[in-house]
């Protein structure tokens, strides 16, 4: 056995090399199809996310877990680290040790062996391996099968799909929660990113819209207002500092401080409940907490709801994303323009509480999905058709990481992606269809082409 080989070798022969192997078997002898091997996971957590896999119990779909050795999963103490409690196969290219991979919360999780089925690999062994015995994924360089028209008009198709799937979550929400809160908690779920998505939900149900639009007064001044909103939301999210007695803090944290304390609420959450861990400062939660304090001093007078929805009304179809993003756009002032989180200083040019990108990446995910099911529930077809028709003429976002994924799995680039629909349309086929294990039914790659 080498001592060492990179553990990215493993990883290339998983992802690339074995599916379509019908032979796999785990230390267990219990055998293993790869569906969909996953896709690199940029956070904490196992190797890659949402594979899916067949074993005698069905599909199975979690994350997978690469070592060299199988002694690594306690070497990293992941035995202990519930990130991994995900984890469906630990993959290893030799099994040195007998031990069964146990997870954080008990569970044991079977190792398939790589040595098995492949001679140390290189880069020689690995192609010629692959050559010989194993087909490639049915959508893997689509660009040379496909036209860029029908690739095109397939990302347009799931794009309109994903878009539909919105409406009708927002139509689902509009009936139990209102469409003030609907559009409050949507938009909060935006800021929260993919790590704080959930802590953001909380957040927007713990400190609902009614009770932060109580707030407001007609005697109260703008800053007043300001200190009242933000005070609310940092201190149910359990973000604010919470100085000790005799400590001095900024003129603004002790207002917040203050307002907190005569508030009457209580703090429902804690610091724990939110991630920092890969996290920009530009992106803490209380940055985007702070963004949503002042959307609502924007729109105090008429309201959240009514300011957005009047600012789409307004816009013209060809170009009114423009305005759109334009109406939640935040700058970085005063106590937010000099520090990137409570008693963090910003040591060089402070972002945006709330910038261009994510503003465009609120407008297609919420707000005109938003506006196309209020209209459809409240019988306002002129605003559902202009919300879907501003949405097939919004220009491309910013690139994610699940987005860079597809399109190198699809092998196109990104000029075929070049509006939000068609962004739109490969996260619609993952999520429906690679993460389901459903390769057979994608109109790109599978049995249906």
């Known amino acids: 056995m080498p001592d060492t080989f990179p553990e990215r070798r493993v990883l290339e022969i998983w992802q690339d090399y074995l599916p379509g192997r019908t032979d796999l078997v785990t230390e267990d002898n219990e055998p293993v199809e790869i569906v969909y091997a996953g896709r690199p996971n940029d956070d904490r957590g196992a190797d890659l996310r949402d594979a899916v896999i067949g074993t005698s119990r069905g599909?199975?779909?979690?994350?997978?877990?690469?070592?060299?050795?199988?002694?690594?999963?306690?070497?990293?103490?992941?035995?202990?680290?519930?990130?991994?409690?995900?984890v469906i196969l630990h993959v290893v290219f030799w099994h040195d040790v007998k031990t069964a991979v146990v997870l954080q919360n008990g569970h044991e999780v079977p190792t398939l062996a790589l040595h098995r089925y492949i001679e140390v690999p290189t880069d020689r062994t690995v192609a010629r391996h692959?050559?010989?015995?194993?087909?490639?994924?049915?959508?893997?360089?689509?660009?040379?099968?496909?036209?860029?028209?029908?690739?095109?008009?397939?990302?347009?198709?799931?794009?309109?799909?994903?878009?539909?799937?919105?409406?009708?979550?927002?139509?689902?929400?509009?009936?139990?929660?209102?469409?003030?809160?609907t559009l409050y908690q949507g938009i909060m779920v935006a800021l929260g990113y993919a790590k704080n998505k959930g802590a953001m939900a909380e957040l927007a149900r713990r400190m609902p819209l009614y009770r932060l639009e109580a707030v407001a007064?007609?005697?109260?001044?703008?800053?007043?207002?300001?200190?009242?909103?933000?005070?609310?939301?940092?201190?149910?999210?359990?973000?604010?500092?919470?100085?000790?007695?005799?400590?001095?803090?900024?003129?603004?944290?002790?207002?917040?401080?203050?307002?907190?304390?005569?508030?009457?609420?209580?703090?429902?959450?804690?610091?724990?409940?939110?991630?920092?861990?890969?996290?920009?400062?530009?992106?803490?939660?209380?940055?985007?907490?702070?963004?949503?304090?002042?959307?609502?001093?924007?729109?105090?007078?008429?309201?959240?709801?009514?300011?957005?929805?009047?600012?789409?009304?307004?816009?013209?179809?060809?170009?009114?994303?423009?305005?759109?993003?334009?109406?939640?756009l935040v700058a970085a002032d005063s106590y937010w323009g000099r520090y990137l989180d409570f008693g963090l200083p910003a040591g060089g040019i402070v972002p945006a509480l709330l910038g261009r990108g994510r503003a465009a990446d609120?407008?297609?995910?919420?707000?005109?999905?938003?506006?196309?099911?209020?209209?459809?529930?409240?019988?306002?077809p002129e605003l559902a058709e202009k919300a879907s028709d501003m949405y097939r003429r919004c220009p491309v976002l910013a690139e994610n990481t699940l987005e860079k994924h597809m399109r190198k799995q699809l092998g196109?680039?990104?000029y075929l992606v070049n509006t939000a629909r068609r962004q739109q349309g490969l996260i619609h086929i993952f999520k429906t269809l690679c993460s389901q294990g459903k390769c057979g039914n994608c109109p790109i790659g599978g049995e249906s082409c």
């Open 412 to 414: 196109i680039g990104r």
């Open 362 to 380: 609120i407008v297609v995910n919420v707000l005109l999905p938003f506006a196309a099911a209020r209209g459809q529930v409240e019988e306002h």
């Open 59 to 86: 599909l199975l779909r979690g994350d997978i877990e690469i070592h060299v050795k199988s002694s690594g999963w306690w070497a990293h103490h992941h035995h202990q680290d519930p990130a991994y409690n995900q």
């Open 130 to 181: 692959h050559a010989a015995v194993v087909p490639p994924m049915p959508c893997r360089n689509t660009v040379h099968r496909w036209n860029n028209s029908f690739i095109g008009r397939i990302l347009e198709e799931a794009g309109e799909q994903r878009f539909q799937s919105r409406v009708k979550d927002f139509q689902e929400a509009l009936a139990q929660a209102g469409a003030g809160q």
């Open 217 to 328: 007064s007609e005697r109260m001044s703008d800053i007043e207002c300001l200190a009242g909103y933000q005070a609310r939301l940092m201190g149910t999210a359990g973000l604010l500092p919470s100085l000790p007695a005799g400590r001095i803090a900024d003129e603004w944290v002790g207002r917040l401080e203050k307002a907190w304390a005569d508030c009457g609420e209580n703090a429902a959450m804690s610091a724990a409940d939110w991630h920092f861990f890969k996290v920009r400062p530009g992106n803490y939660p209380g940055r985007r907490i702070a963004a949503m304090s002042y959307l609502m001093l924007r729109y105090r007078g008429e309201g959240l709801l009514a300011g957005l929805i009047n600012s789409l009304r307004e816009a013209a179809a060809d170009v009114g994303y423009h305005r759109l993003e334009q109406s939640l």
